[in-house]
């Protein structure tokens, strides 16, 4: 599996945040329901990137929170309930998907990734970052449905 390894700049952040549940993960809008809120609330039409962090990861339920943020200084074109979020500096491992991205892809993305990184004894997981990973959205991010679309994950790396 191809990745870079980059150095990233501390980011901090706000949005909305929910707990995900395995139920939420399979069917569920939870996802584009944060994500629509948000891109409703500010000026998108300003925003260099946007991020989704997965923090607080459980193993056994496969649990997590999730909070898709944008900078601290992205202005907000209506008033919204938000959480304040830090993507802490450091090494990351950054792993690119192109193309659309339905629930099916973006799950065996997300597996395919996890397992590399998990198994491959090329990368050492950092579990003291307070984040599992983040999903980088920048210019070349063209939305769900464009075949032509990237996105990153990113999985914090010692």
């Known amino acids: 599996m191809k990745f870079e390894i980059i150095e990233f700049e501390t980011r901090n952040c706000f949005g909305i945040e929910n707990h995900i549940t395995k139920k939420d993960k399979m069917g569920s809008n939870i996802f584009s329901n944060m994500w629509e809120i948000l891109m409703d609330s500010i000026d998108y039409k300003k925003l260099k990137y946007s991020f989704g962090v997965s923090k607080n990861y459980q193993m056994d339920t496969q649990e997590f929170d999730y909070i898709a943020c944008v900078e601290v200084g992205t202005p907000l074109i209506k ?80």
Request: hydrophobic share 35%; glycine share 6%; no cysteine.
């Open 79 to 158: 008033n919204m309930e938000y959480t304040k979020t830090v993507i802490p500096a450091g090494k990351y491992a950054k792993f690119k998907s192109k193309g659309v991205m339905s629930s099916e892809v973006m799950e065996k993305f997300y597996t395919d990734v996890f397992s590399f990184s998990m198994t491959s004894g090329k990368l050492l997981y950092d579990m003291d970052r307070g984040i599992n990973s983040f999903e980088l959205y920048d210019e070349s991010y063209r939305g769900i449905d464009d075949p032509e679309s990237i996105f990153y994950l990113l999985i914090p790396i010692k």
